[in-house]
Nanobody, 125 residues
């Protein structure tokens, strides 16, 4: 499966942004799909994920309450919406897929085999 993240850009603090993760070659419906981000000069970190079984999302504490991950089966796409953006959200955002069948999306990059190219999000104060 090939994944492609899109929707990034330059926004102002307080804005919202919705990123898309589109898949080709395989349906996303049997994959746990997660979003990770990598701020400048920092490690890649888990943002949130949605599981294959019942679309139950989980989120990192840093974005809990202002982030929504959803799946559109018809479009074979998973979305990440982040509200109330701050400069600390500036990063390259990646989506990743896991076909292991685990119920809960894993929070480590090592749990994902499929990766898309990232999309840059820059938040100005």
């Amino acid at each position: 499966v090939q994944l492609q993240a899109s929707g990034g850009g330059s926004v102002q603090a307080g804005d919202s942004l919705r990123l898309s993760c589109a898949a080709s070659g395989r349906t996303l419906m049997r994959l746990n799909v997660a979003w990770f981000r990598q701020p400048p000069e920092k490690e890649r970190e888990f943002v949130g994920g949605i599981n294959w079984s019942d679309d139950n999302p989980v989120y990192a504490d840093s974005v809990q309450g202002r982030t929504t991950i959803s799946r559109d089966a018809a479009k074979n796409t998973v979305y990440l919406q982040i509200d109330h953006l701050s400069p600390e959200d500036t990063a390259v955002y990646y989506c990743a897929g896991d076909s292991s069948g685990a119920y809960t999306p894993r929070r480590s990059t090592s749990g994902y085999f499929y990766w898309g190219k990232g999309t840059q999000v820059t938040v100005s104060s």
